[in-house]
């Protein structure tokens, strides 16, 4: 295949967990990707190619957005598939949260999303195609008495609705938004913590394994009549509230 006939990805949150399964996936299967995170040029696990492009940033910022941006079109011509990945977790009881810990949260979880979202949207105007695919959580309309987690849910409840909207809104441009919310993901995020007991809050008895999610943002992007979804990846856990 013509390189000009590939698709291209940006993806946010690139280095590791669900962020790098998804850059891994899609460039097995011939894409062309543009990752960033804060440090990704200096990641063991993707190395700079003609199909790979890393951008070092602060996502939460809009100056991260406009320069990933600019860099992917720049590279490859175009952009097909956002996933708006970045994003931090911090579990506490919600009076121990600190302003530092409010502004880190939200700017990397809702900020990230906005500016890239709406900084992408131009170019696949431009094409008249698109998709943006977010992760969010299934804590946000399916919340736990044995988590506390106040700021995931604060931070990733804005993007299911916010998708739908965008869905109806830039329908016409035909650029789709969907969102999916995984419960606990074997990840670097959750590495210290106890995996026994993680995977007891999930129906299927397990936690959910970044394939999982990866297969969930691959079939959001075959399924091209799908838009202003939300895809739950939580080994049950909504089905049992």
């Known amino acids: 295949m013509n390189t000009t006939q590939q698709p291209v990805a940006v993806v946010t949150g690139a280095s590791s967990g669900i962020g790098l399964g998804v850059t891994q996936a899609l460039l097995e299967r011939g894409w062309r990707v543009l990752g960033t995170s804060r440090t990704i040029s200096s990641s063991k696990d993707l190395t700079p190619s003609p199909k790979l492009v890393l951008v070092d940033g602060d996502v939460s ?43 880190l949260v939200m700017n990397t979880n809702v900020a990230s999303f906005f500016y890239m979202t709406q900084q992408v949207i ?6 008249n195609s698109g998709h943006v695919v977010s992760i969010s959580g299934v ?30 809104e830039y329908a016409a441009n035909n650029i789709r938004f969907n969102t999916v919310s995984p419960a606990v993901v074997n990840t670097p995020m959750h590495a210290k913590r106890n995996h026994a007991d993680l995977a007891k809050l999930h129906p299927l008895a397990r936690m959910a394994e970044v394939s999982d999610v990866v297969d969930a943002v691959l079939f959001l992007q075959s399924a091209t009549f799908v838009t202003g979804e939300n895809i739950r990846v939580d080994g049950g856990v909504h089905a049992g509230r």
Do not use: C, W
């Open 139 to 168: 804590s946000v309309d399916q919340p736990s008495s044995t988590a506390t987690e106040l700021l995931a849910v604060l931070s990733k409840s804005p993007m299911p609705a916010a998708s739908k909207a965008l869905a109806l």
């Open 61 to 103: 910022k809009k100056e991260t957005a406009i320069k990933v941006i600019d860099a992917a079109v720049r590279h490859f011509g175009r952009i097909d598939l956002l996933v708006n990945n970045a994003g931090i977790y911090m579990p506490k009881a919600f009076t121990d949260y600190t302003e530092e810990d409010y502004n």
């Open 122 to 127: 131009p170019q696949m105007k431009k094409q």
